[in-house]
């Protein structure tokens, strides 16, 4: 099972401020990984397919990179509808299809 | 537009049994592989089971596997998760998904959640 791991757990920024966050993969997903956002009490949404393919109707602010075992989703600016729990998903060798713990992006 | 709506959660006892729903409108439901994701209260996200488009091919969960069991009606365009010998830590929201494409194995639309709480 390929594991995601996270980090950080926890972002504190303020709108306007850029956001990085990383998922690292126990080993290589090639580039079959996913970012959704998730508010509270709401459903995730997928962003980013496939590393760095924007979903449909997703702002262009939001950007996906990396390859192999290191990810990272940019939050270019962020904007108040931003703060929210992230989370990335493979695809690469399943069953089973796994996420990873998610990282928090609350307002500093 | 494309919607999925759950239903079938409740309040079950350890050891029940349990059917969630999931009714698709708004694109071709048989040309979809679909899953169901849980998550419990305040964690994150687990995949649960997968089905392809045609019903034909299933996957699921080790911590699922041999109590859940997913399944389809193409002419309903309803997916259902048969849920049976449920343990408390099943205790979870569940959201049905759907696959980007048939058998990609990311999810582009989910539904809203039914929640699941087993526990006497």
């Known amino acids: 099972e390929i594991v995601l791991t996270q980090s950080p757990a926890t972002l504190s920024l303020s709108p306007g401020e850029r956001a990085t966050l990383s998922c690292r993969a126990s080993?290589?997903?090639?580039?079959?990984l996913a970012w959704y956002q998730q508010k509270p009490g709401q459903a995730p949404r997928l962003l980013i397919y496939d590393a760095s393919n924007r979903a449909s109707g997703i702002p262009a602010r939001f950007s996906g990179s990396g390859s192999g075992t290191d990810f990272t989703l940019t939050i270019s600016s962020l904007e108040p509808e931003d703060f929210a729990v992230y989370y990335c998903?493979?695809?690469?060798?399943?069953?089973?299809?796994?996420f990873g713990g998610g990282t928090k992006v609350e307002i500093k | 537009e494309v919607q999925l709506l759950e239903s079938g959660g409740g309040l079950v006892q350890p050891g029940g049994s349990l059917r969630l729903s999931c009714a698709a409108s708004g694109f071709t439901f048989r040309n979809y592989a679909m899953s169901w994701v849980r998550q419990a209260p305040g964690k994150g996200l687990e995949w649960v089971s997968i089905i392809s488009g045609s019903g034909d091919t299933t996957y699921s969960a080790d911590s699922v596997k041999g109590r859940f069991s997913i399944s389809r009606d193409n002419s309903k365009n309803t997916l259902y998760l048969q849920m049976n010998s449920l343990r408390a830590e099943d205790t979870a929201t569940y959201y049905c998904?759907?696959?980007?494409?048939?058998?990609?194995?990311?999810?582009?639309?989910w539904g809203q959640g039914t929640l699941v709480t087993v526990s006497s």
């Open positions: 998904a759907r696959d980007r494409s048939n058998w990609n194995g990311d999810f582009d639309f």
């Open positions: 998903q493979q695809r690469s060798n399943w069953p089973p299809l796994t």
């Open positions: 080993q290589s997903v090639t580039s079959f």
